[in-house]
């Protein structure tokens, strides 16, 4: 008797423990909404971004196109709901002057693009092809305007170009080039890292190179004024945004940036393998991406101070993961694969929006194509869609929906010296009035049950898609290109108010109800 104790004691041990995970969405008086432009997207003049990935040249016989944009591409893009598009950078936005990528192709000067690999930029891909592209993908172009190597005047008359209807020197030149109507640009970057690349500048003194930037952009969209963004902050520097939001009045601008990588470090191949990691440094890349809340919430709570009727968007314009580039490739291009690890920091992060959807009204994954976290990558004809893509396309379910508050307590995930939450969640309610939650288990070792509370929703059905492979370190190859795909989810049950959920770890989950 006392063997068979020992027996089943030892057993227990390995065990998981009964799950603690609860949490509880409140639909009762929610108002604030997602605000789609969340989900937006990012396309610099860096590697392979433009060239080969959207762009593949006029006169391309081989891979369906049209005007040289990649037509695989375009449907992708479209599945995936894109809302918006930043270009032409990035560092690249403040070495670029958009007269240079106007006018006949073969007349357009070229330039070196210093900052990414050095190559030559012969401007064939300009204005008018990114502004139809955008047209193409239905998509809202957010152009990223040059404050650091640019005048006043450039800015001023690239916002005259693409919006006013006629009867300017600008419009009149639009319509030389080809294009009668005005493309309504309503986004605007005022420069980018203006902290860094874009110029090495104090706060102070951005915050009154924007004023008079700003004071120039003087453009209607519709019966709307421009969108006007200022180039934040890098992660916690909390500094920069107090001094642009106490010395930029609130009627001259519309957004504020912010910038947030997960990264390992910024020293010379000391940001780690996409591929070729342990789970200590997934836990240290997912430690470095939940940090996102933080800055979030500090950054807002600055923004408060002035601006307590969050007149202004907090704009995260740059986000996501920044690892080595893939050996054998130019260091400049930024190439990296797109694993599971990937996609379980989309859906967390994602979630963290929703979560400050009142602040937080616009932000852009970099980057789009065969750069950074990209949601596609291609090589010559082929085209494949990374685990990132299928997050964000399972996730568009949220975008102009009603957020519902979620209260959640979650397991802890340990790895070494971190210690994250397993789960992560949110809610929201579309305007057919189907509840979508979106869950995530960090944990790289074990499923998670998670208990979820159902206050003021009345359902009487649930049904789910996920993402999930055996292991964090699964990606998808031009071999294998669906390796890691969505399925079908059968894990969650449905009694009265309350939805328990079991899921797999490093899983991704999109319910309906």
């Not at 957004?255 to 997960?262: D, E, R």
């Not at 789960?423 to 057919?432: G, H, N, T």
């Amino acid at each position: 008797m006392k063997k068979l104790f020992i027996t089943l004691w030892v057993a227990s041990l390995a065990m998981p423990t009964l799950a603690q995970n609860k949490a509880t969405v409140n639909a009762e008086g929610a108002t604030v909404t997602i605000n789609r432009h969340i989900y937006g997207h990012f396309a610099e003049h860096l590697g392979r971004c433009i060239y080969g990935g959207f762009y593949v040249g006029d006169n391309n016989k081989t891979i369906p196109n049209k005007n040289g944009v990649r037509l695989d591409v375009v449907d992708a893009l479209k599945k995936m709901k894109i809302p918006n598009l930043r270009w032409p950078g990035g560092c690249f936005a403040d070495t670029y002057h958009w007269k240079d990528g106007i006018g006949p192709k073969a007349k357009r000067p070229k330039i070196v693009n210093t900052w990414w690999g050095g190559v030559t930029e012969d401007n064939s891909f300009g204005t008018h092809d990114f502004l139809n592209m955008c047209e193409l993908l239905g998509t809202e172009p957010y152009l990223a305007g040059n404050v650091g190597s640019g005048t006043v005047q450039d800015l001023s008359e690239w916002v005259q170009y693409v919006n006013f209807p006629s009867n300017s020197p600008m419009s009149n030149l639009r319509q030389q080039n080809g294009r009668q109507k005005p493309w309504n640009v309503k986004f605007w970057g005022v420069g980018n890292e203006a902290w860094g690349c874009g110029g090495n500048m104090k706060p102070d003194y951005y915050a009154n190179i924007y004023r008079q930037y700003s004071t120039f952009m003087n453009s209607q969209v519709g019966t709307e004024k421009i969108f006007r963004i200022a180039s934040g902050a890098s992660s916690d520097d909390f500094n920069w945004t107090e001094t642009l939001m106490k010395n930029i009045p609130g009627s001259m601008v519309e957004g504020v940036a912010l910038h947030h990588y997960s990264v390992f470090g910024w020293g010379e191949n000391a940001k780690g393998s996409a591929t070729e990691f342990t789970e200590t440094d997934y836990a240290h890349t997912m430690n470095e991406a939940l940090k996102m809340d933080e800055f979030v919430q500090k950054h807002s709570d600055i923004m408060d101070k002035y601006d307590p009727k969050k007149k202004v968007a907090l704009v995260v314009d740059e986000w996501g993961a920044w690892y080595n580039v893939e050996p054998g490739t130019n260091p400049g291009f930024l190439f990296q694969q797109n694993t599971m690890r990937d996609a379980v920091l989309a859906g967390a992060t994602l979630n963290i929006f929703h979560k400050h959807a009142e602040r937080v009204r616009m932000a852009n994954l970099a980057q789009a194509i065969n750069v950074l976290q990209a949601v596609i990558l291609t090589d010559g004809p082929k085209m494949l869609l990374t685990p990132t893509y299928h997050v964000l396309e399972m996730y568009n379910v949220h975008q102009d929906a009603t957020m519902l508050p979620v209260d959640v307590k979650a397991d802890e995930y340990k790895v070494g010296e971190y210690k994250l939450p397993a789960v992560s969640v949110s809610a929201s309610r579309d305007k057919a009035g189907k509840t979508h939650i979106s869950l995530v288990n960090i944990d790289a070792g074990k499923p998670q049950t998670i208990t979820v509370n159902l206050k003021g929703i009345s359902a009487k059905s649930v049904s789910g898609r996920i993402l999930t492979s055996a292991k964090v370190q699964d990606y998808n190859t031009f071999a294998q290109p669906n390796k890691v795909k969505p399925a079908p989810f059968s894990g969650a049950k449905l009694t009265g108010d309350e939805l328990t959920v079991t899921l797999p770890p490093v899983s991704v989950v999109v319910l309906e109800m």
